[in-house]
């Protein structure tokens, strides 16, 4: 009985932990542009060459985007429109901080990426069916092809940490030394 008990408050709690760490990269960034306003302001003015106006404008978008995401995917709301116009937010900051020539920030966008999948296929598990586990008649499965994108997207953020740097002497001490 003890042990029902427990398992349904750790399963409650930890679902709402796990939404806020895969939001927590938003959170962070949008309170990050919150608190350094002007150096993200003047960053964008600078490599844009756009002016001031445009400059603000893009940070605002850019901010309350993430941080109205963050609060609406952390109280269930509208979970597909935010997981999307969060997709949005993604794709203007690869656009505008050039991270196309970034290996390791591109990878880390996917993985955030992949973590916006997990939410919005943990969303389209809630209350779509009264019957759970009962097959559908279309034979049509997106949820589990959602987790697997996504989890193999959130392991890029580990893949953007390794520093592979071979150089002909490394080749060769590994070589003498028998090691990989």
Same mark, same amino acid.
């Given at each position: ?44 003015? &600078? $490599? ?22 963050? %609060? ?22 690869? %656009? ?28 389209? $598990? ?16 997106? &949820? ?15 893949? $953007? ?20």
């Amino acid at each position: 009985m003890a042990q029902d008990t427990f398992s349904c408050l750790m399963k409650l709690y930890l679902a709402h932990v796990a939404r806020l760490c895969l939001v927590s990269t938003f959170l962070e960034d949008g309170l990050r542009m919150w608190f350094k306003w002007n150096e993200q302001r003047d960053y964008i003015d &600078r $490599s844009w060459g756009s002016g001031p106006f445009l400059a603000t404008s893009f940070v605002v978008l850019n901010m309350s985007g993430q941080l109205v995401g963050c %609060i609406l995917l952390l109280a269930r709301k509208f979970v597909p429109y935010t997981c999307f116009g969060l997709y949005g937010i993604i794709f203007m900051q690869v %656009i505008a901080y050039s991270v196309l020539r970034n290996f390791k920030f591109l990878m880390r966008n996917m993985a955030i990426g992949g973590g916006l999948l997990l939410l919005l296929s943990e969303w389209r $598990s809630e209350g779509r069916s009264k019957l759970v586990g009962v097959p559908r008649m279309d034979g049509i499965f997106p &949820r589990p092809y959602m987790q697997l994108c996504g989890r193999v997207l959130l392991v890029l953020t580990f893949l $953007s940490l390794l520093h592979l740097e071979v150089t002909a002497f490394s080749v060769m001490l590994s070589t003498v030394l028998g090691t990989p």
